[in-house]
């Protein structure tokens, strides 16, 4: 049974040295705002080996993302920012952790919690959510 895992990227203290000093505020921004991405893998009994590859694929998937950013395209801007123009664990290491976040259930399983809370429940102020929302807890 295929499961969702959950990783939260955060740039190093490397990362928050050097890049605003290499880039332009709005593309150092980039590279340092913390993300959280998911990954379909192997459910329950997930051999360790597997979890290994799942990081590591999640790693260099990132960077090749970053890497579609104008100002990392060409190799030698990749080599001035992050050390390197290699899509490897190694520079991503450098410049951001990783970290799997665990995520027992899905936002949908706390329903019955919000439903108990109904009348703490405060409304706010925009038209349209809090109509949705009253709707949401009267199903």
Same mark, same amino acid.
Request: hydrophobic share 40%.
């Given at each position: 049974?295929?499961? =969702?895992?959950?990783?939260?990227? &955060?740039?190093?203290?490397?990362? #928050?040295?050097?890049?605003?000093?290499?880039?332009?505020?709005? $593309?150092?921004?980039?590279?340092?705002?913390?993300?959280?991405?998911?990954?379909?893998?192997?459910?329950?009994?997930?051999?360790?080996?597997?979890?290994?590859?799942?990081?590591?694929?999640?790693k260099l998937l990132y960077l090749a993302r970053l890497r579609e950013y =104008?100002?990392?395209?060409?190799? &030698?801007?990749?080599?001035?920012? #992050?050390?390197?123009?290699?899509?490897?664990?190694?520079?991503? $290491?450098?410049?951001?952790?990783?970290?799997?976040?665990?995520?027992?259930?899905?936002?949908?399983?706390w329903e019955s919690y919000l439903r108990a809370f109904t009348e703490k429940?405060?409304?706010?102020?925009?038209?349209?959510?809090?109509?949705?929302?009253?709707?949401?807890?009267?199903?």
């Amino acid at each position: 049974m295929r499961q =969702i895992y959950y990783f939260n990227i &955060e740039a190093t203290n490397a990362a #928050l040295d050097a890049f605003p000093k290499l880039l332009d505020k709005g $593309d150092a921004e980039l590279l340092l705002e913390p993300v959280l991405t998911s990954r379909y893998g192997g459910g329950v009994g997930f051999p360790l080996c597997r979890s290994k590859y799942l990081t590591t694929l999640v790693k260099l998937l990132y960077l090749a993302r970053l890497r579609e950013y =104008i100002f990392l395209t060409a190799s &030698e801007d990749a080599v001035r920012i #992050l050390g390197s123009d290699a899509i490897s664990t190694k520079v991503f $290491d450098r410049w951001w952790t990783l970290s799997e976040m665990q995520w027992d259930e899905p936002s949908e399983h706390w329903e019955s919690y919000l439903r108990a809370f109904t009348e703490k429940i405060q409304l706010t102020g925009d038209p349209e959510v809090d109509e949705l929302l009253q709707a949401h807890l009267r199903r």
